[in-house]
């Protein structure tokens, strides 16, 4: 498990009973809301908003006294420079809080996208398994029955719940289907896995294989428009950018 995986369960646990009663589409609704909500409450947080607030106050008398300017050019750049130091320093004071506010952020931003973005086949479907760069011959598959050799790796047509489909390298079981995560590729394990670990595990550093990609079927959250629509990202991510921005408003955050 790596480091923003450290909440995933309680996250799992919670979405568990969610599933119960709700549809997808409200659950990352739900989820969208409460990372909008977080972002706001960390940010006022961890940000001067009294200074935030003098500045802007300061910054408007100074809009307005470029308004109502009626001299010439050269007597206005004064002007117009302290205006935007004004806003400059509010962005000094505002990016190192907002960056800290998002990290946080992260955590549910990882699960979710694991969560979300791939659903397990139907058992008796065939599945694209493609294996990049090149594919490697010691692979086997465990029973060998229905697999047939793809393009770039292998067309696997998925067990049932209770049976079990093995891809071996050697003795070591590389994968096991059907999956327990729904997670679309497997590859050597990578430096960055320390943050975020696949709970698929991770191919022999030996083999000829960086990657296999899973040709697993997308989780729709709407019914409707291209895929990319459809999918978990579009969802979520319009709910949080949205709900922070009422959140603003709402908790009258600078």
Do not use: C
Not at 203 to 216: F, H, R
């Amino acid at each position: 498990m790596g480091l923003f995986d450290l909440p995933a369960p309680l996250f799992a646990a919670i979405d568990s009973v969610l599933a119960l009663l709700l549809p997808v589409f409200v659950r990352l609704t739900v989820w969208g809301v409460l990372a909008g909500l977080l972002t706001m409450l960390l940010y006022r947080r961890f940000s001067n908003q009294t200074r935030i607030a003098e500045l802007k106050t300061q910054q408007k008398l100074q809009q307005k006294l470029m308004a109502e300017f009626e001299g010439e050019f050269n007597e206005l750049m004064p002007l117009i420079g302290s205006t935007l130091a004004l806003g400059f320093r509010q962005l000094r004071l505002a990016l190192g809080p907002a960056l800290l506010a998002s990290i946080p952020i992260l955590f549910l931003v990882i699960w979710v996208a694991g969560e979300f973005a791939f659903q397990s086949p139907t058992a008796g479907d065939i599945i694209d398994f493609s294996a990049a760069p090149v594919m490697d011959d010691r692979y086997y598959w465990s029973p060998s029955g229905g697999i047939e050799n793809g393009e770039s790796g292998w067309l696997v047509t998925w067990p049932e719940a209770d049976g079990s489909l093995e891809l071996t390298l050697g003795e070591q079981v590389v994968l096991s289907l059907p999956l327990a995560d729904n997670i679309g590729v497997i590859h050597k394990q990578q430096w960055w896995n320390i943050l975020m670990a696949n709970p698929l595990g991770y191919l022999p550093d030996d083999s000829n294989i960086d990657q296999i990609t899973l040709g697993l079927p997308a989780v729709e959250a709407l019914p409707f428009g291209p895929q990319w629509v459809r999918g978990w990202m579009f969802t979520f991510f319009l709910v949080f950018f949205a709900s922070s921005i009422a959140f603003k408003f709402i908790l009258k955050i600078e």
